[in-house]
């Protein structure tokens, strides 16, 4: 389990908003109190290895040049904007950065591992940018990349990006797939999402907001178009689906449909299981009905998912 640094999400810049009471102080911006903290030095193990981080300071001004996202991190760049950072742009611009990136320095350039979406805010919201430096190795780089993303996954899109990486590095379907901890199969459907164009990916509200199968769905009738439809698709996102948020990831997959002359795919029908209970799987998320079930059923349905999703969770941390 990839659990041997200590990133606590509790202090994240993602916080609950605080409600600041009459007569209460004013609160003490977070940046102000790793003002007092810029120099200091943290030690922890990063892949079994003890690496001692120093906290850098980089000005609002610098942080675009200065810095860089680690090129082997899988979180796609082109897709971060004010929708992708929502979560933590409010509080990032009230009470400044809470939590400091992890990365490296090389010729005066620090790349950012753990931290692409704070170092982005920082540039948005024109604020100050604080990272925990230290010698990394390659590998340490990954592995830092790896557990960031973990706080809020990197899409189907992003995942095949990267299994498509290296795929045309040379590696076999089976080989990718090893590498990446996925079936070949789920690791193709992600390949397939990989390869729709950009355009449609960043008009969807998130690309979490498209599963790898609708992608896989999508990228078949796409690949059908000749070169002359495929530009005018493409051309359509670019410029009538530019303003984000006006549309919803449904509105946009049925734009997609429609722009290569298919016909909206019936949805799924629920499979059936004993007992006249059934599943129901729509955009990757299953939906359970289950009619009359006891109370010791339940209990022992319920320890089940818990058991078997938790083990899911391990295998890809």
């Known amino acids: 389990m990839k659990g041997d640094i200590e990133l606590e999400p509790t202090t994240s810049s993602v916080s609950v908003q605080r409600v600041q009471k009459k007569d209460q102080a004013p609160l003490v911006k977070k940046s102000e109190k790793l003002d007092e903290q810029v120099g200091n030095t943290l030690t922890k193990p990063v892949k079994g290895v003890e690496i001692t981080f120093t906290l850098k300071k980089i000005s609002a001004k610098k942080v675009d040049l200065s810095t860089m996202v680690w090129l082997e991190n899988e979180r796609d760049q082109e897709l971060l904007d004010e929708f992708a950072i929502s979560d933590i742009l409010p509080t990032f611009k009230e009470y400044g950065q809470e939590v400091p990136a992890f990365g490296r320095e090389e010729c005066g350039v620090i790349q950012v591992a753990d931290g692409s979406r704070r170092r982005f805010t920082a540039i948005t919201a024109k604020s100050d940018f604080y990272v925990w430096v230290g010698e990394l190795s390659d590998e340490q780089m990954n592995y830092l990349s790896e557990v960031g993303n973990n706080y809020r996954p990197t899409s189907a899109y992003e995942q095949g990006q990267k299994a498509l990486r290296l795929l045309k590095s040379g590696k076999s379907q089976e080989e990718a797939a090893e590498i990446v901890g996925k079936g070949r199969r789920a690791m193709m459907r992600e390949v397939n999402t990989a390869m729709l164009p950009k355009p449609f990916i960043k008009a969807l509200p998130s690309p979490n907001d498209l599963s790898a199968r609708q992608g896989e769905t999508l990228f078949k009738a796409y690949k059908k178009l000749d070169e002359q439809q495929q530009d005018s698709l493409i051309t359509f996102f670019e410029n009538w689906c530019k303003e984000k948020g006006k549309y919803t990831a449904e509105d946009l997959v049925e734009f997609f449909i429609k722009k290569c002359g298919s016909s909206k795919p019936e949805p799924e029908k629920p499979r059936k299981l004993a007992m006249g209970a059934t599943v129901a799987l729509k955009n990757g998320n299953a939906t359970i009905n289950i009619p009359k079930v006891s109370d010791d059923s339940l209990k ?18």
């Open 300 to 317: 022992a349905i319920e320890d089940f998912i818990s058991q078997t999703l938790s083990k899911e969770a391990l295998d890809n941390c």
